[in-house]
């Protein structure tokens, strides 16, 4: 028989949450939360779009599922590699390849954030980083890399995380589920949230790094044309910088050229 999912309550949370944000713990949905600026191409075959994106904690939480202290490691991680790579710059997510520990949270928030995917090559896994990242801009050659500091993180808390996926009685382990959870929850209250990702998140470049082979490495193509420039001639009604919003396509030899086909 398959189980019939539990609803979310009509308004997601008894703190009166819009139900479309019921998966943000009320006592998580508090102003100052790290955020990041993202940027990606403007179609399938487009060029750069420099308009920057803002993606937030909540966002970060959809995409992976749920909130747990491994997301918000790593957003605090995420946080202070950007802080002293990029400063007020945006992530570029057709520029980048990533490397990040092979787990849920960390890979989610690592293809998320950067725009490294494992079938294009550029986002590859090295288990021996834990809790960071390397990051390298691939237009540049650029990387960087963020380690949380040893000790940070309650070795109880870890050596419960790997208990718990292993062969413990149901039944106690449906009670050390709830306990263990709680555990994890005070610790981000009590510990990471009060802190700057800077305080327990070090970051240096790296001159060389030796990356780990690519699980897959298909073309990516919607960043094939990611540096072509901005057209002087053709002017789209789809073009978003253009404040006219009849502006018609160019007609003349743009448009006869493209009728001919691209032979």
């Not at 009166?16 to 993202?38: C, I, N, Q, S």
């Not at 050390?176 to 327990?200: F, I």
Request: with cysteine; net charge negative.
């Amino acid at each position: 028989m398959t189980a019939t999912p539990t609803p979310a309550p009509p308004d997601g949370q008894a703190s009166g949450k819009p139900r479309a944000h019921w998966y943000v713990p009320a006592w998580l949905d508090v102003p100052g939360l790290p955020t990041f600026e993202v940027i990606d191409t403007r179609s399938a075959q487009g060029r750069l779009d420099p308009r920057a994106k803002l993606v937030t904690v909540a966002d970060l939480i959809l995409f992976h599922g749920h909130a747990c202290d491994g997301l918000l490691r790593s957003v605090w991680a995420m946080r202070a590699l950007a802080d002293a790579a990029f400063g007020t710059a945006p992530f570029d997510r057709s520029d980048l390849l990533v490397v990040s520990k092979n787990s849920p949270c960390l890979g989610d928030v690592a293809a998320y954030l950067t725009g490294g995917r494992a079938r294009f090559g550029t986002h590859r896994l090295d288990p021996s980083l834990a809790v960071g990242f390397q990051i390298r801009v691939l237009s540049t050659g650029d990387t960087w890399e963020v380690r949380e500091e040893a000790g940070f993180f309650p070795e109880l808390i870890a050596a419960w995380e790997a208990a718990l996926l292993g062969d413990i009685d149901e039944v106690d382990k449906r009670e050390l589920l709830a306990v263990h959870e709680a555990a994890q929850w005070d610790w981000v209250r009590r510990a990471l949230l009060p802190r700057a990702p800077s305080d327990h998140y070090r970051v240096k470049q790296l001159d060389v790094l030796d990356l780990p082979p690519a699980l897959l490495d298909a073309r990516r193509t919607d960043t094939v044309n990611r540096a072509i420039g901005a057209p002087i001639d053709v002017l789209s009604a789809y073009d978003p910088d253009l404040d006219a919003p009849n502006a018609q396509t160019a007609s003349g030899r743009w448009a006869e050229r493209y009728e001919a086909g691209p032979s």
